[in-house]
C-alpha cells in the first residue's frame, strides 16, 4: 500500500443529458501510472458524470492506499462542493455527494483540488471519456 496518489477524473456526457462516459488515472506520488479506467455510463447530466467518476475512481483507489488520496478535476461546482464552498440544491447530485462522502471514509485524507482542462493529468482523463463515448 502507498502512502498517497493522486488521481485525475473526469466525467462528460454528449448533450446533457446524454450518452455519458467516465475516466480516471491514478498515479503514484511522483506520477507514475498505477491504473486507468475508462467506461461508458448510461444516460447522464455533465455534472453527474463527474460525480461518478469520482466516485468510481475512490473506488478502486482503495487497491492502492487507504491513506492519503490527492484528487485532481476540471469540475469546479463538484470540487468547491466537496470542499464545502458551494451548497448542493439539486437532490441528484446530493445524492451522489453522500456517496462519494461515504467513499471518502475509506482513507485516513482526501485533498481535492481544481485544475484547468490544460493540465496535462487532465487532458489525460479527457480524452479516456471521449475514447469511451467513441465506442458507443
Not at 475516466?23 to 448510461?42: A, T, Y
Not at 470540487?79 to 464552498?85: L, S, V
Request: charged residues 30%; positive net charge.
Amino acid at each position: 500500500m502507498l502512502p498517497e496518489v493522486c488521481i485525475n477524473a473526469d466525467g462528460g456526457a454528449r448533450k446533457n443529458p446524454g450518452p455519458a462516459a467516465i475516466g480516471f488515472i491514478i498515479c503514484d506520488k511522483d506520477r507514475n501510472s498505477l491504473e486507468v479506467h475508462k467506461e461508458c455510463i448510461g444516460e447522464a447530466t455533465n455534472n453527474e458524470a463527474e460525480y461518478r467518476a469520482l466516485i468510481k475512481a475512490l473506488q478502486y483507489a482503495t487497491k492502492h492506499t487507504r491513506d492519503t488520496v490527492q484528487i485532481f478535476m476540471d469540475s469546479e461546482l463538484v470540487i468547491r462542493q466537496m470542499n464545502g464552498k458551494y451548497k448542493i440544491k439539486a437532490q441528484n447530485l446530493f445524492t451522489l455527494f453522500q456517496e462519494a462522502k461515504n467513499r471518502e471514509k475509506s482513507f485516513k485524507k482526501v485533498v481535492y483540488n481544481y485544475v484547468t482542462r490544460n493540465n496535462k493529468f487532465q487532458v489525460q482523463a479527457d480524452k479516456l471519456v471521449n475514447e469511451a463515448l467513441d465506442n458507443l
